[in-house]
C-alpha cells in the first residue's frame, strides 16, 4: 500500500524473498529453514526489545525479550503494546485505546467483547500507522500464527520512524530509505534470511547455472515487483469504490476487522471524496457566481457607461435648453415691459373710456342704479341665497320652479356683494355730494321690499357707529367737509328738511311740538355734521311716534331728508344751488288685498298707489312719453324734479337673499332694471348769474316756443268748442306735453295755465321774461292777473318742491332784474316793492294752492280713498309696478281735477276753508322762502332766525 509520500509498502528484500520462496528451490531444507527462523526469530526479538522498551509492562503482561513467534503474536493481539508503543512516538495517534478487557463492564459474553476491543486496538493502530506512511500488516496477521514477520516488520519499521524522529525529524521520513539499511545491513552483512536463501538457492547449482538463475530470479522480482506497485497504486485508486460496491472485497471478506478498517477507511474516503465533491460544486458555483457577477458588473459596466453618455448628453441638452431659456427670458422681459406698457395705457384708455361713458351717461341723464344684496342675518343660514353670483355689474339670481327653472341675469351700473360694507357703498356716490355744492339738484333713493336694508344703506343700523353709519350722514359730513375745503371761493349755506310721506301725507318730521300733519315742512340751516345727527334723531324720533305695536312705521311709509345747499361765488358772486333728496322709500313688497284689514290695508294701499305712480312715472319716462304722472302721488311729486328734471340721480335697489323673497327680489329688480333705462336729459347746474346772453338766449328761445305753443293751443280750442267736454283733456294733454322733462325748478302743478298765461302778457318785456322761464309761470301770476287760472289749478304741490320753486323763481326774477338793471341802469324801487317786497303778490297763488292742495289731497285721501285705491288695487298684483295703464291713468286724473274743482268751490263757500284762504292765517313754506325779508313763517319758532338767515342771503343777490 502506498504511504503519504508515496513510499511502498513492501520492500524489496521481501520481494526477493518471497520470489526466492516461490523459485521452489530448497526451501524445505533444514538448515535454511533454521536461517530463516534464526532471521525472523533474531528480528522478532529486536521487534519485541525494543516495544518493551517503549511501552514496559501492559495490563500485567510483559512481553518477553525473545519471544517465540506465537508469544510475539499474542503479545500483540490485543493491539494495546502496539497502540501504546506508536503513542509514544506519536503522542494521540491512537485517541483511545482500550487498555484492558477486564476495565470493561462485565457482561455475560466477555470472550467476545474483549476480541472486538482488540480489534478496536488493532484497527486503531493499523489505520494511525498507515497515515504515518509506515508498512503495514493485516489485522488477521495477529489472529493467525505464521504471519508475524509482517507485524515484526511494522514493529521494526515504527522502531525506525521513532528513531528518525529523535534524531530531529528532518527531512521526510521513508522506511525504506530508513529501515532498509539497518535491516538490508543485518540481513546481507550478517546472517539474514535473505542471503541465506540466496545460499540456498545457490547452493547445489553449478557455477555456469547461477547466471540464468540469477537472471530468472531478477526477472521475477522484477514483475513481482511491478505487478506489487501496480496493485498498490490500482488499490490507492479504486479502493474506496470497489469497496463500496463490492461485498465481495476480498479484503472484507478476509475478517471482520478486516471490513471494518476498510469500512472507515471507505467512509472517510468518501467523506474526503464528498467534500471534494462539495468543493467541487462550491468551487464550480462559486466559478457560476464569479461569472454571473462578472456578467453583472460587465452589465452595470456597460450600464455606467450608458449612463454617462446620457448624462453628458443631457448635461448638454441642459445647458442648450438654460441658454434657450435665457434667451427666451430676456425677450420674455421684453415682452412683458411693452406688455406691461401697453397694459398702463390699456388702463389709461379704460379709465378715459369710463369718465367718457359716466360723462355720456351724465349728459343723457341716466338714472343710476346700484343694487345692493343684504347679507344674512344673524340666525339664518347662508347657503340659500337666491343670489347664485355677482361680477361687476351684473347679479345672477337662481330662481324657483315657480319662476321657471334656471337663473336670471341683471345689470345695473353697480352691485355690492353682501360683504360690502357702508363706505365703499357711499365711495360710490361722493361724486354726487360735489355735484350738489356745485349747483346740481341730486336725488338717492333706496327702494326695496321691507327688511332689505334701504334704512340700512341711507342711515344705518340701530346701534350707529363711526364706521356703520349710512349715506344720509356720510353725505352730510363730505358736504360740510367740501364746504370746508372750498371756503375761500364760496360761501356755502346748507339747511335740512326732513318729512314722511304716510298714508299720502306729508310729515314735518323737524317739529318739536308734537304737530306733525303739517304741510310747511321746516327748513333747518345746519353748519355741522353734529347739528345733522341731532337733527336726524328728531326725526327718527317723530318718526317713531307713530309707529304701534303691530306695525313698524319707517316700513310702511316714506321718509326724506332734502338737503338744500346755497353757495356763492365770493369771486363773482354767482348763486349755486343744489338740493340733494336722501329718500328712504316704504317696502315695496306687494300686499294682497285679501290678507290685510283696517290700517294695514289702508297703508298698503297707499304704499302701493305710491310706488304704482313712482312705476308708471318711470315707465312713462322709459317710453319718453309726453306725459308724465307725477302728480298721482305725493312720492311722484316728491321726486319730480329728480326723476324729470335734469337731476343726478341715483336709486339704490335692495334685495333680501332669502329664497322665501325670490319673488319680491325678482320683481325689484325688474323695476330697478327698467329704471335704469330712464334717460333724463343732462343734469344742468342751477346758476343764478349776471350772464344777460345767456339769459337772452333762452327768452329767445322761450319766446319761439311760445308763440308755436300758442298757435297749436288756439286751433285746439277752435276745434274742441264744438265737443265741450273733451276740453280737459286737449288742455291737459298741451299742457302734458309742456311738462315733459321739465328742468328742475319747473315743477308743481302749473301746466294747465302757461298757455293763458303767456296769451295775456305778450307785450310785457319783464314779464314775458318771467313768464317764459321754465322755473317761473306761477311767480308772475299777480301782475298778469293770473290768479283765476290758477284757481283751477288742481295744486297738490309737495310743500318742498313748491318752496324750491318759488325760491328759483326769486333767483329767475334776481336774475331778470339784473338784466333790466344792465340794460335800464338802476332798477326802480317801485319794481323791486312790486316784485319782491311782498310775497303775496309774488306768489299770490300759494297760499291759496297750498290750502287747496290739501283740501285736494284731503278729499282724495279720506273721501274718495278707496276709489282710488280701485284704480290702483291692481298694483298689488305681481309686476304691478308695470301695468301702466293710460286709459286707467286718464279717467284718475280726471277724477282728481273733478274734485279739485270741487275742493275749490268747497272753500269757497265754506268759511273753515275760506278763513284758510287768509295767507295771514295759513303761512305757506313758499312763502316763508320766496318772500326775503318778510315775516318768518315757520311754526317752529327755533328755527326762524336761521331761515331768515337764509332768506337775506337770497335776497342780498
Ligand atoms: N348691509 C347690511 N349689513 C348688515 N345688516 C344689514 C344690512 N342691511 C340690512 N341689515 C339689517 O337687516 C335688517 C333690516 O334692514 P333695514 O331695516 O335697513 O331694512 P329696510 O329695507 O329699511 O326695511 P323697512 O322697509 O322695514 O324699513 C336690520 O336689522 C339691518 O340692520
Request: glycine share 6%; aromatic share 6%.
Amino acid at each position: 500500500m502506498a504511504g503519504e509520500g508515496g513510499a511502498l509498502s513492501f520492500s524489496v528484500a521481501s520481494v526477493v524473498e518471497d520470489v526466492l520462496q516461490q523459485h521452489g528451490n530448497r526451501l524445505g531444507d533444514l538448515d535454511l529453514e533454521s536461517r530463516k527462523a534464526e532471521e525472523a526469530a533474531s528480528r522478532r526479538y529486536e521487534a519485541a526489545g525494543w516495544l518493551r522498551k517503549m511501552v514496559g509492562v501492559v495490563a500485567a503482561k510483559d512481553l518477553p525479550a525473545e519471544p517465540s513467534e506465537e508469544e510475539f503474536r499474542l503479545g500483540l493481539r490485543s493491539g494495546i503494546i502496539l497502540c501504546n508503543a506508536l503513542n509514544k512516538i506519536q503522542p494521540g495517534g491512537v485517541p483511545k485505546v482500550v487498555e484492558s478487557p477486564c476495565d470493561a463492564t462485565p457482561i455475560p459474553d466477555g470472550a467476545a467483547l474483549s476480541a472486538f476491543q482488540y480489534f478496536e486496538n488493532v484497527r486503531n493502530f493499523l489505520v494511525a500507522v498507515q497515515e504515518m506512511g509506515i508498512p503495514n500488516f493485516e489485522a488477521s496477521d495477529l489472529e493467525q500464527g505464521g504471519k508475524s514477520a509482517r507485524v515484526v516488520n511494522t514493529v521494526l519499521a515504527l522502531k525506525s520512524y521513532s528513531e528518525w524522529k529523535q534524531t530531529g525529524g528532518n527531512g521526510i521520513w521513508k522506511f525504506g530509505g530508513n529501515v532498509k539499511p539497518t535491516v538490508s545491513a543485518k540481513s546481507f552483512s550478517g546472517s539474514g534470511s535473505l542471503s541465506m536463501l540466496v545460499r540456498a538457492v545457490l547452493l547445489d547449482k553449478k557455477p555456469e547455472e547461477v547466471p540464468m538463475l540469477v537472471e530468472s530470479v531478477l526477472s521475477k522480482v522484477v514483475e513481482e515487483f511491478e505487478n506489487r506497485i501496480a496493485s498498490q497504486y490500482d488499490m490507492a485508486k479504486e479502493a474506496p469504490k470497489e469497496i463500496a460496491i463490492s461485498q465481495g472485497n476480498k479484503f472484507l471478506l478476509k475478517s471482520t476487522g478486516d471490513n471494518k478498517r476498510t469500512e472507515d477507511k471507505n467512509v472517510k474516503l468518501i467523506k474526503k471524496e464528498e467534500c471534494f465533491h462539495k468543493n467541487q460544486i462550491a468551487e464550480e458555483e462559486l466559478k457560476n457566481k464569479t461569472q454571473k457577477q462578472q456578467m453583472i458588473f460587465d452589465q452595470q459596466q456597460r450600464d455606467i457607461q450608458e449612463l454617462k453618455n446620457t448624462l453628458s448628453t443631457t448635461k448638454a441638452g441642459m445647458q442648450f435648453m438654460q441658454m434657450k431659456f435665457h434667451e427666451e427670458f430676456n425677450s420674455l422681459g421684453m415682452h412683458i415691459h411693452g406688455l406691461a406698457h401697453a397694459a398702463s395705457g390699456y388702463h389709461k384708455v379704460l379709465e378715459e373710456n369710463r369718465k367718457l361713458y359716466n360723462q355720456v351717461q351724465d349728459l343723457k341723464g341716466s338714472i343710476r342704479v346700484y343694487c345692493r344684496v343684504r347679507p344674512f342675518l344673524s340666525g339664518q343660514s347662508n347657503d340659500l341665497s337666491t343670489v347664485h353670483n355677482i361680477e361687476d355689474g351684473n347679479i345672477t339670481i337662481s330662481t324657483a320652479s315657480k319662476h321657471g327653472k334656471g337663473c336670471k341675469s341683471f345689470s345695473f351700473n353697480k352691485v355690492f356683494e353682501p360683504c360690502a360694507t357702508q363706505a365703499e357703498v357711499f365711495s360710490d356716490m361722493q361724486p354726487l355730494i360735489r355735484s350738489v355744492l356745485d349747483g346740481y339738484n341730486v336725488c338717492i333713493f333706496a327702494y326695496g321690499q321691507t327688511g332689505s336694508g334701504k334704512t340700512y344703506t341711507m342711515t344705518g343700523p340701530k346701534d350707529l357707529s363711526e364706521k356703520n353709519k349710512g349715506v344720509n350722514y356720510r353725505a352730510l359730513g363730505d358736504l360740510f367737509l367740501l364746504a370746508e375745503q372750498r371756503k375761500d371761493i364760496f360761501c356755502y349755506n346748507v339747511a335740512v328738511q326732513m318729512i314722511e310721506i304716510y298714508n299720502e301725507q306729508v310729515r314735518d318730521l323737524l317739529v318739536t311740538d308734537g304737530s306733525l300733519n303739517v304741510p310747511d315742512a321746516n327748513i333747518i340751516p345746519v353748519s355741522s355734521t353734529y347739528d345733522v345727527i341731532d337733527l336726524m334723531n328728531l326725526g327718527h324720533r317723530n318718526r317713531a311716534v307713530g309707529a304701534t305695536a303691530l306695525n313698524d312705521r319707517s316700513s310702511r311709509s316714506h321718509s326724506c331728508l332734502t338737503v338744500h345747499v346755497q353757495g356763492r361765488d365770493l369771486a363773482s358772486g354767482t348763486i349755486l344751488r343744489g338740493c340733494m333728496h336722501l329718500v328712504d322709500l316704504a317696502g315695496s313688497e306687494r300686499v294682497n288685498k285679501s290678507e290685510v284689514t283696517g290700517d294695514r290695508l289702508k297703508e298698503a294701499q297707499h304704499i302701493n298707489r305710491s310706488l304704482s305712480a313712482l312705476g308708471d312715472v318711470i315707465a312713462s319716462l322709459a317710453q319718453k312719453n309726453p306725459h308724465v304722472p307725477y302728480r298721482n302721488s305725493k312720492l311722484t311729486q316728491l321726486l319730480q324734479d329728480s326723476l324729470g328734471g335734469q337731476a343726478k340721480t341715483l336709486m339704490f335697489v335692495h334685495i333680501s337673499p332669502e329664497p322665501d323673497a325670490l319673488g319680491e327680489t325678482i320683481s325689484t329688480l325688474k323695476f330697478a332694471e327698467r329704471v335704469a333705462t330712464v334717460e333724463l336729459g343732462a343734469a344742468q347746474v342751477n346758476k343764478g348769474s349776471t350772464d344777460v346772453k345767456e339769459l337772452k338766449e333762452q327768452i329767445a328761445n322761450q319766446k319761439a316756443a311760445l308763440v308755436k305753443k300758442e298757435r297749436e293751443t288756439e286751433h285746439r280750442r277752435k276745434g274742441s268748442e264744438s265737443s265741450p267736454s273733451n276740453s280737459n283733456h286737449r288742455l291737459r294733454d298741451a299742457n302734458d306735453s309742456n311738462l315733459f322733462r321739465q328742468p328742475m325748478g319747473d315743477v308743481g302743478n302749473i301746466e294747465v295755465h302757461k298757455s293763458t298765461l303767456r296769451q295775456k302778457r305778450q307785450s310785457f318785456d319783464l314779464d314775458e321774461i318771467l313768464a317764459n322761464s321754465p322755473p317761473w309761470p306761477p311767480v308772475i301770476s299777480p301782475s298778469l292777473n293770473y290768479a283765476e287760472d290758477e284757481k283751477e289749478m288742481a295744486s297738490g304741490e309737495w310743500v318742498d318742491k313748491v318752496m324750491v320753486n318759488k325760491q328759483d323763481a326769486v333767483n329767475m326774477v334776481e336774475k331778470s332784474l339784473g338784466c333790466w338793471e344792465a340794460e335800464n341802469g338802476n332798477l326802480p324801487d317801485a319794481l323791486y316793492h312790486k316784485y319782491l317786497s311782498d310775497s303775496s303778490k309774488i306768489y299770490p297763488e300759494q297760499s291759496f294752492n297750498m290750502l287747496v292742495g290739501n283740501s285736494q289731497l284731503n278729499l282724495a285721501n279720506n273721501d274718495d280713498m278707496d276709489d282710488i285705491d280701485a284704480a290702483t288695487s291692481d298694483s298689488s298684483e305681481p309686476d304691478f309696478l308695470w301695468q301702466f295703464n293710460q286709459s286707467k291713468f286718464t279717467s284718475m286724473t280726471n277724477r282728481i281735477e273733478s274734485k279739485t274743482s270741487k275742493a275749490i268751490s268747497k272753500a269757497a263757500k265754506n268759511p273753515e276753508l275760506s278763513k284758510n284762504l287768509n295767507p295771514s292765517l295759513g303761512p305757506s313754506p313758499s312763502r316763508k322762502l320766496a318772500n326775503g325779508g318778510g315775516v318768518p313763517l315757520q311754526r317752529n319758532r327755533r328755527h326762524a332766525a336761521p331761515v331768515d338767515g337764509k332768506r337775506k342771503i337770497a335776497n342780498r343777490k
